[in-house]
């Protein structure tokens, strides 16, 4: 049987890993802030839409999860490598971009590095997705440069609609492409 407050601590920690507010990991997922306390508290489970949104996010499995983290199991340090590197890119274009563009486009986004490698953009809807794909990349990738990523990270940005993550709807990809190439491969 699964124990709400289980799920709840797990629900808890990997916010507090990705350095997410309620109300932030509310909007990503398209619940109320109120929701994401109610499951931290235990006092409900989320949805199986929802449970499929915060495995991906956090880079587990839905059972991980559901079930009792061991003591002695460790974190995956490839998911805070990937919310370290966006947070590097969202600190660079702060400094480039108006405020008012920034909180749109940029503070509602999470990120984490997925089974291949790549560094994936969680947007809140499909538009934001598009926008940073078409408007920002340029800057994105120059951020990348600058912070002195691995030069053959890989970028997708993907959209959580109201019905959790839904990856066949928007997904924009790129190849890491060095800002001194011209012939992009």
Known sequence: MVDPIVVGSNILAGRKRLGLSQTGLGDTLRVSHQAVSKWER???LPDIDAL???????????DELLRKR???EPIPAVQEDGVEIWRKVQDWMRERITEPSYRTHFEPTLAFIDENGELVVQCATPFQAQWLFTR????????????????DLKLKFIHASKYGPDKHKARFQTDRISLGETNPK
């Open 42 to 44: 235990g006092e409900c």
């Open 136 to 151: 920002y990349m340029h800057f994105i990738l120059q951020a990348l440069d600058e912070s002195a990523v691995r030069p």
């Open 52 to 62: 499929v949104g915060l495995a991906g996010l956090f880079g587990s499995t839905i």
């Open 70 to 72: 061991e003591e002695t």
